[in-house]
Each structure stands twice: as C-alpha cells, then as structure tokens.
C-alpha cells in the first residue's frame, strides 16, 4: 500500500496529541463533508475518557497511522459536541449495509479507505470484502498470506437513499434503482433490515414498488404494506397486477386479507372477487385480468392510435386480441401483424383465425402443456360462451415449472 493510502481501521484509537505531546485523547471517528466526489474531512473526533468531543480539521497537522497531531496547544484548540452536518465514517458508514444496485445485493461496510486527493486526505473508496473484515479485527497479514484481495467500492458510486439519512447508501445514483428488474429490487428489499428497508421504500415511485412486491411473498408483502399509510397502500395495491393482487390476498389469513380487500376500488374489489372464486392451480386463478382485446372492424391505424393513448404494460401486449360483435374471441394477432398491415385493413381480414385459448377451469398442469406446446408467450383464457376473461403470461407459467417457489423471494 501507497503511503498516500490508508484505511480507516487503521487510524481509530491512534493517539491524538499537541505540539508538545501531550495527549488530548484518541482518534474516535472522522466526519467528512461536501459534494465533491471525494469529500473532504471537514472534523475528527476525539475521545477523551468517556466524552467524545469533535474538532475542526483545520486544526490538524498530521493524520496518519501512528498519530492524530494537532497544529496548536491543547489549552488552545476548541474542542465541540458531534457536529451533526458532518457524515461520520464510524457512525453512519462502518459497518452498514449498502445497497449494491450494480450486483443486485446487500454488502457490508468493513473498512474504509482513504488516500490524499488534491493535497488533503479524503475518504477514496469503501471495502466490503472478507480482507477488510480482517483488517478490522487486526490480522490483515492472513488476508495477505492467502492472497486476498481487496474489494473496493469507489466513494464516487455513493449516494444517500435521503439527503441527511446517510446510513443507507447505492452505489449508483439512486435514480438508476427503478432500471433494476422487480425481482432485483426485491431480493434488495428482502436482505435489509426493518429500518433500512423503510428507508429504501419510502424512496420507490408507486409503480416501482408494487412491481417488486409482486415478485415477493405474501407475508413480506404484507408486513411492507402494513407499515404504509392507508392511502399509499390502496395506491400501491392499485399498481400490482389483478393476478398478483390475488395471489398475495388468497395466502393471507381472512383477518388480513379483508383489511387489504378493503382499500382496493370497487372495481378492483370485482375483479379480484372472482380471481379468488378460482383455484391456484387452474387457468382462472393463474390468470391476469389485464390484457387488451379490440373490435375486428377497427382498421390496423385506428388500433395503433389506441395502443398510443392506452399506452399499456409490456405483458398485456404479447398478442392482440380480436372479438366479434358479441364480445367473442374470434382471432388474434402480433404487434408485427399490425405494424406491417396496410393501415386502412381491417383487424378481420389481418388476424389469424386459429385461436389457441384455454377454459378458467383447466388444471395448471394443462396451461403449461399448451403454452410450451405452442410456444407462446401469452395464453388467453375463455368462459363457456368463449369470451375472454384474462391472459396467462409465460412468467406465471415459469412460476409453476421452477423449483422452490424461485421466482418470488422467501423471508
């Protein structure tokens, strides 16, 4: 390592002395401030018996392994209480979980390091692997001895999930954690702690957050919607997919599912009504009631102008449903039918007239056969007079196929 470089753990408990030696106390902690991709230290702390007190940087001379040294007499140097504007390495940063966006997962701070960056000692980066966890308990030389090496954050990835709650970080602006796919983001969510986890909810959108509690169990489903207000939670509830809506309200006992039922429209209410009249394991309790159907006298134009304003999920557009003038599924076509048509044709004469549907009371094990038999992405359910009730998408299918209950996080 660089004399320019050195960690955090490095630098706790050293002495901390003026000009003539004599000891004020030791190092406790750092705090750091400013916008600067590497910010600088703007106090240190010092404990001194059993008070910690906190003093401005500008009254340091030397930082480094074996001392903290003061540029003026001890007699001479303000010593405050914790300033609180500062974020403190030890306090807010050691030993916290950050959310790392860029792996999907939840790390350990174990050290910090910090190195000189334009003339000042500024913290560089954060270390989350096995060899700072050893550094910290003082046998850094068997990390070396096997090899270890160093896993590193950059400072500059960092970012509070709230201005003035530092103790939750990403490691990509906090922006970019909406891009992460909901099974991602609830597999995060799942790994933190109550506290932390609040923190990082209350900083999703709505559409965010229902997609991700979507991909989770009932139980942790609930235990996140209990701890909202009423009114997000109805919101939240509003966004999840009728089918997810369903099968998180079907596995809850009655005392739960009627406080959640309630907070839903009463459109919604009917929908999910009669998604819970079906069994799991039929078409009818593994469909979604979200999905798109169109009159076949519309033109190919005049379906695409309503695709634009209806502006639809990417899962309720896998195929276009058409009916005839009694509500009947009568055909259906790909979003590559209707781009290459001419834009005057009607649906009628563009759609493909063999429908592959299946009845709400088909049994899963059926579903599954037909959605692989026919390579489909989508499958549409019908009643008796085949009408079209709801769609079911490859991903509940696969939810079904994979081992473990994989696809929705268990807490």
């Known amino acids: 390592m660089s004399i320019n470089e ?48 906190s003093v401005e940087y500008s009254f340091v001379k030397i930082l480094n392994r074996r001392i903290l040294a003061f540029n003026r007499r001890l007699k001479n140097i303000p010593l405050n209480e914790l300033n609180l504007e500062c974020l403190w390495l030890r306090q807010h940063i050691l030993d916290k979980q950050i959310v790392d966006i860029l ?24 270390d989350i692997g096995l060899l700072g966890l050893l550094r910290r308990l003082g046998v850094g030389f068997v990390g070396n001895k096997f090899n270890l090496k160093e896993e590193l954050i950059s400072w500059e990835y960092l970012e509070p999930i709230y201005q003035g709650t530092p103790e939750i970080l990403l490691t990509v602006p906090q ?16 790994q933190l702690n109550s506290k932390e986890r609040t923190k990082l909810i209350n900083s999703l959108d709505d559409e965010t957050l229902a997609e991700a509690l979507g991909e989770m169990e009932a139980n942790f489903t609930a235990n996140i919607l209990e701890n909202l207000d009423d009114k997000r939670a109805s919101e939240i509830l509003e966004q999840m997919a009728s089918d997810d809506v369903a099968d998180f309200l079907g596995d809850l006992p009655e005392f739960k599912r009627q406080r959640f039922f309630a907070l839903l429209s009463q459109h919604d209410q009917e929908k999910i009504k009669k998604l819970l009249e079906y069994d799991e394991k039929t078409a009818g309790g593994l469909m979604t009631k979200e999905f798109i159907t169109f009159n076949e006298e519309l033109t190919a134009e005049e379906t695409i102008n309503k695709l634009r304003e209806m502006a639809p999920d990417a899962e309720m557009i896998y195929y276009l449903y058409v009916l005839n003038e009694k509500g ?19 649906l009628k004469n563009i759609m493909r007239k063999k429908i592959i549907s299946v009845a ?4 899963a094990k059926e579903v599954i056969s037909v959605i692989a038999k026919y390579n489909l992405l989508a499958l549409p359910v019908v009643d008796k007079d085949n009408r079209p009730i709801g769609i079911i998408t490859v991903d509940d299918v696969m939810d079904l196929l994979l081992p473990g209950g994989y696809h929705h996080e268990k807490v």
């Open 6 to 53: 050195m960690y955090f753990s490095e630098l706790l408990g050293n002495p901390a002395i003026d000009p003539t030696g004599e000891k004020l106390g030791v190092l406790y902690d750092i705090g750091v401030k400013g916008s600067d991709t590497f910010p600088e230290i703007c106090f240190v702390a010092v404990k001194r018996g059993k008070k910690i007190y």
């Open 103 to 126: 792996g999907s997962k939840v790390v350990r701070v174990n050290d910090i390091k910090l190195a000189y960056y334009e003339g000042t000692v500024r913290p560089v980066a954060v």
């Open 175 to 190: 922006s970019k954690i909406a891009d992460l796919h909901p099974s991602d983001i609830a597999e995060i969510l799942s």
């Open 328 to 346: 009947q599924l009568n055909g259906v076509l790909s979003l590559r039918d209707l781009i290459v048509a001419k834009p005057s044709e009607k």
């Open 360 to 363: 709400d009371r088909a049994s």
